[in-house]
């Protein structure tokens, strides 16, 4: 009869469990990010709660601000701007029927080996503009509509992020009953091995969120300094695009490609120039240097398992799997690695502390 009862009291714990996971599973993205934030962003709240004096709630509810005042305000700003660019497009698109393209550059046929052919181009498409514009606006409205789509999707994904920067709140607020339940939760599990991977997955984490969200805040700043440079209208706006595609590899070029065929078109082949030096050597370099140094500092990390994550992650969770999808790859990467090594080379406490 005992062991009866103990039976059923399981298999309500598990019900139990399930149908909170249930409750759960529409905000686990909102929910990890905001973690991840809280957990990355950790040594901001202890120095802003001891400036306050101790007040934790204080400093929560600052740094939350902080973070919405950072994220939010440019979204703002891009969504306003967004028409008024929309229109500067339909302006060129009407220039273009009305006068066709300009003139071919006075360089380009001195350029070795493909001048002629870059000539012969620009002049096709110059006089086939016309009938290139009419091939095209049978498809306007299919654009439109993957366009509609794709708004709702990226809004979808907004909403996400907004939740999330609400839910930190009480990350920050909470922070230390939440660690010391999970560190609890993780003894009662694995024993006296707990510590260790709780070391291992903060460092881990640590260096992820570091890499991902510190590279594309760099790029997103000197792709900013870029175009402002360049005189480039809607700066701020590109700026905080490649923010968010910096988070794809090699997507940043969709950005400041088109920019550099803008300045051609209007005759800024100085700027030009610039924007392709800049673009390849200082937007990428961020990537191709930032990004490895910060991910690989303190650990053995290999590049491809966030490249892959954050792929995976974008087509898995949407738009907040950017973030999701390389901290979970990081983190099983580096126990499944920890727990394969041989015993004499497994890391201890101290040595992991010091990373």
């Given at each position: 009869m005992l062991n009866f009862d103990r039976s059923l009291v399981f298999l309500l714990v598990l019900g139990l469990l399930g149908a909170s996971l249930l409750v759960l599973l529409p905000f686990f993205s909102s929910l990890f990010w905001a973690g991840l934030l809280a957990f990355a962003t950790w040594p901001l709240m202890t120095l802003l709660t001891r400036l306050l004096g101790g007040r934790v709630t204080l400093a929560a509810c600052v740094?939350?601000?902080?973070?919405?005042s950072l994220i939010v305000i440019p979204l703002l700003v891009l969504g306003a701007n967004l028409a008024d660019h929309i229109r500067d497009l339909q302006g060129v698109i009407a220039d273009l029927k009305a006068d066709g393209f300009p003139s071919v550059p006075s360089w380009m046929p001195g350029i070795p080996v493909v001048g002629q052919y870059l000539v012969d181009g620009w002049q096709f498409v110059d006089h086939q503009s016309a009938a290139l514009l009419a091939w095209v606006k049978p498809h306007l409205g299919q654009i439109g509509t993957w366009?509609?789509?794709?708004?709702?999707a990226l809004g979808g994904g907004i909403l996400e992020l907004l939740l999330s920067l609400f839910l930190v709140f009480f990350f920050y607020r909470d922070g230390p009953?939440?660690?010391?339940?999970a560190s609890s939760l993780l003894e009662r599990l694995i024993g006296q091995r707990a510590e260790y991977y709780q070391l291992l997955i903060s460092g881990t984490?640590?260096?992820?969120?570091n890499g991902v969200i510190g590279t594309a805040v760099a790029q997103g700043l000197v792709a900013m300094i870029g175009f402002w440079i360049a005189g480039v209208p809607g700066a701020v706006m590109l700026g905080v695009l490649t923010f968010f595609l910096s988070f794809v590899p090699a997507a940043p070029p969709l950005v400041w490609l088109p920019v550099i065929g803008w300045l051609v078109f209007k005759e800024e082949y100085g700027f030009a120039a610039f924007m392709g030096f800049w673009g390849v050597f200082i937007i990428s370099g961020v990537d191709n240097v930032l990004k490895p140094y910060l991910i690989s500092r303190g650990g053995t990390l290999p590049l491809v398992i966030v490249l892959i994550g954050v792929m995976g992650g974008l087509f898995s969770f949407g738009f907040m799997g950017l973030f999701i999808g390389p901290t979970l790859l990081a983190i099983m990467f580096s126990l499944i690695t920890d727990w394969t090594a041989p015993k004499e080379n497994i890391r201890n406490i101290s040595e992991i502390k010091e990373k």
């Open positions: 740094l939350t601000l902080t973070w919405f366009f509609v789509s794709k708004s709702a009953a939440i660690a010391k339940f984490v640590q260096r992820v969120v």
